[in-house]
Structures are given as C-alpha cells and as structure tokens.
C-alpha cells in the first residue's frame, strides 16, 4: 500500500497522474472517499494522463461516462448502485472486463463484481489539518 498526502487539488491530481502510469487496458479503479473527498479530482488527473479533452465530472445523472484520449476511459459513479443485486449488474461487466480504463467513484458499493486485482484508492480528509489536506492510499486488492 501506498500512501500519498495533498494539499490542495492539483496535488491530488498530480499524484493521480503519475500513478495513471500503473494503468493499462482493463484495469479498474476503485475510489472511495466521502462526498467532495476529491474522487473527481482524482479521476480528472488519470484522465489528463491519457490526454482526454472532455470535461471530467461526476457522471451522477448517467453512471457511465466515456472519455476518448490515447485510451478510451470510462468514469462511473456507483452512488446509486447501492443494494442492487449482482445479477443486475451483467452489463457492468462488459465494462469492468473490457479494454478501457475503468475509475469508479462509490465503488464500496459495487465491490462485490469488480474483477479480481483492482486498485484501491482511498481519500480521506482529516479536518483537523484544514479543509485542503487529503490522505490518499494506493493498493492494489488480491481479492
Ligand atoms: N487536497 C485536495 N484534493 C482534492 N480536492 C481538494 C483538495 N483540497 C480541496 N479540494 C476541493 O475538494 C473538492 C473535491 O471535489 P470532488 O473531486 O468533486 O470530490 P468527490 O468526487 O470525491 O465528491 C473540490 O472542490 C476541490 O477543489
Ligand atoms: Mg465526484
């Protein structure tokens, strides 16, 4: 596990950045943190790795959002996706064992169906150290 510290967005999207190095085609992110933690922030920084021109925001109407760089990546959020059943989430697969990038804000929600060696990525804020400071840890799951 790895442990990162930001204080302020573009730290986080810098240290997103060069961990978008890691990635290759299929893998899946996981992101969780609280609202405004900076799962989006951190989304626009692996995007701006793979030289996306789209605008990066919470899909929160869709699920899905598809960006096209020098890879294709896919941003989802789960937040909604809470208590549904795993069978209803066939289509879900198509995406989570396909080519793209996959980065899933929410994703406790929908852990049970993200494929095997996903990478974890955990922000957390700690307000005793101001509104900007963010702990973010890195692993990579077995599971
Ligand atoms: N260190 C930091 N890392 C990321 N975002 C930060 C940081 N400090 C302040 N922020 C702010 O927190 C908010 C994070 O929003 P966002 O990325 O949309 O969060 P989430 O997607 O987790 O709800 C933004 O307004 C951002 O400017
Ligand atoms: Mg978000």
């Known amino acids: 596990m790895e442990r990162f510290i930001s204080t302020c967005e573009q730290e986080t999207r810098d240290i997103a950045k060069n961990f978008a190095k890691t990635l290759s085609e299929g893998s ?8 405004g933690a900076g799962k989006t922030a951190f989304t ?7 030289d996306v021109d789209d605008d990066v925001s919470s899909p929160t109407f869709t699920i899905v959002n598809e ?7 896919y941003h ?8 549904v059943k795993t069978d209803d989430c066939d289509w879900l697969d198509d ?6 990038i996959c980065l899933v804000e929410w994703a406790q929600n929908i852990e049970d169906i993200l494929p095997n060696g996903y990478f974890k990525v955990e922000i957390k804020k700690d307000p005793s150290k101001g509104d ?4 973010i840890f890195i692993e990579k799951t077995e599971k």
């Open 28 to 35: 899946v992110v996981a992101l969780i943190g609280d609202l």
């Open 76 to 83: 989802f959020d789960a937040y909604r996706l809470e208590n």
């Open 44 to 50: 626009k920084g692996v995007a701006e790795f793979f």
């Open 95 to 100: 995406y989570f064992f396909g080519n793209g």
């Open 67 to 73: 960006y096209n760089g020098k890879k294709t990546v």
């Open 132 to 135: 900007d400071y963010r702990e």
